[in-house]
T-cell receptor, first 113, second 113 residues
């Protein structure tokens, strides 16, 4: 079955440190890829998306992600973490089957002062 | 302001009650969705409507009954729920069912007692 895997349900970094949240998908056909963020007591908000074209995608709040077909990955990065980045992050994949979006299980990011 | 408004934000109901969740979007989107978010589980797609027509029912129990009177409004009618139905229910919309990003509301936190 097609799936999306986020490695690590919880990631903790220090303020100013690099943020790396991992996402791998399972398909030989490049899907459409998304990262969403969920702050406490809120719904999900789109951070960035990859459909076609340049494999390095820039999103809001200084985040970016790189689509690597050979690794079937779409990891999310940010050079320097801020306290306000503490939230849950979801990778989502559209395998072009009727537009159904499949979400990963989420990674909770904590940022230490 | 997300563009997708859900009411109520919190709901506590007994197992014999009947209640409804409401979702409204004024983004001009044609597709609307109900998701269930439970602790430590991936987001579960429940229902999808496209141009007011239900296009997906993801094996949801009949105690959940969706209604989409027009492209801007979506309801989830609840009756004889179980305690395990307690969760955050998220509404989302998208321009179309293909690869448009989802716009989420802030959710309704449902507790079934």
């Amino acid at each position: 079955a097609q799936s999306v895997t986020q490695l690590g349900s919880h990631v903790s970094v220090s303020e100013g440190a690099l943020v790396l949240l991992r996402c791998n998908y399972s398909s030989s056909v490049p899907p459409y890829l998304f990262w969403y963020v969920q702050y406490p007591n809120q719904g999900l908000q789109l951070l960035l998306k990859y459909t076609t074209g340049a494999t390095l995608v820039k999103g809001i709040n200084g985040f970016e992600a790189e689509f690597k077909k050979s690794e079937t990955s779409f990891h999310l990065t940010k050079p320097s973490a801020h306290m306000s980045d503490a939230a849950e992050y979801f990778c989502a994949v559209n395998y072009n089957q009727g537009g159904k979006l499949i979400f990963g299980q989420g990674t909770e990011l904590s940022v230490k002062p | 302001e997300t563009g997708v408004t859900q009411t109520p934000r919190h709901l506590v109901m007994g197992m014999t009650n009947k209640k409804s969740l409401k979702c409204e979007q004024h983004l001009g989107h044609n597709a609307m969705y109900w998701y269930k978010q439970s602790a430590k589980k991936p987001l579960e797609l429940m229902f999808v409507y496209n141009f007011k027509e239900q296009t997906e029912n993801n094996s949801v129990p009949s105690r959940f009954s969706p209604e989409c009177p027009n492209s801007s409004h979506l309801f989830l009618h609840l009756h004889t729920l179980q305690p395990e139905d307690s969760a955050l229910y998220l509404c989302a919309s998208s321009l179309d069912r293909e690869n448009s990003p989802l716009h989420f509301g802030n959710g309704t936190r449902l507790t079934v007692t």
